[in-house]
């Protein structure tokens, strides 16, 4: 049975780079015979958060809400692509993400953050960490961290040149670990339920 993947991207700027890692990320998973499935915020559309899904009456949430609300709960396994807006979060993925709490429960997440800079994101990354560990998933120990982005993946989503060539060298491993986490996982709740 295929892992079924929801990759989630949150940038809302006009010339947004990001969405290459995110299309890498859905292609490479892909050929690994998961079934990945890229939600972008911006797409999503949901305001900023006033009531999280849970707190609308049972079929009273808005449509968007309701229907990520079901792929989330789903999906085997999460990937959020983050970018680093001021050593932190993007606001979009973080609004997105909020939404939502016990549909995320008891599934794994890994995070691939990115930049323009050298730093390839990886304060975004630090601090998703912990939010998602608080949501209630288990982060992968596994990093995927890319930068300068323009240099490493092109308007296609391909790598390109030693950047490229790294991020194509660091990707199994880091699939690999969400292949694993996801499995144990799914076979752990099909033998005991969750606590809560």
């Given at each position: 049975m ?105 599934r ?72 694993w ?16």
């Amino acid at each position: 049975m295929p892992d079924k993947i929801l990759v989630f991207y949150g940038s809302y700027r006009a010339d947004r780079m990001g969405i290459r890692l995110a299309d890498y990320i859905v292609a490479q998973l892909k050929a690994r015979g998961a079934e990945p499935e890229l939600i972008d915020a911006q797409a999503v559309g949901l305001p900023m958060l006033d009531r999280m899904y849970k707190e609308h009456p049972k079929g009273h949430a808005p449509a968007a809400m309701e229907a990520l609300a079901g792929k989330i709960r789903a999906a085997d396994a999460f990937v959020f692509v983050t970018g680093e807006y001021n050593w932190g979060v993007q606001p979009g993925l973080k609004n997105l993400t909020d939404h939502f709490l016990e549909e995320w429960f008891w599934r794994p997440a890994a995070i691939a953050s990115y930049s323009a800079g050298r730093f390839s994101g990886v304060r975004s990354g630090t601090a998703w960490h912990s939010i998602l560990s608080e949501m209630g998933m288990v982060v992968i120990s596994s990093t995927l961290a890319v930068g300068p982005i323009s240099q490493t993946l092109d308007g296609a989503g391909e790598p390109t040149g030693d950047a490229g060539k790294s991020l194509a060298k660091a990707f199994p491993r880091w699939a690999d670990d969400l292949a694993w986490w996801t499995n144990a996982a799914r076979v752990q709740r099909a033998t005991q339920a969750p606590p809560y």
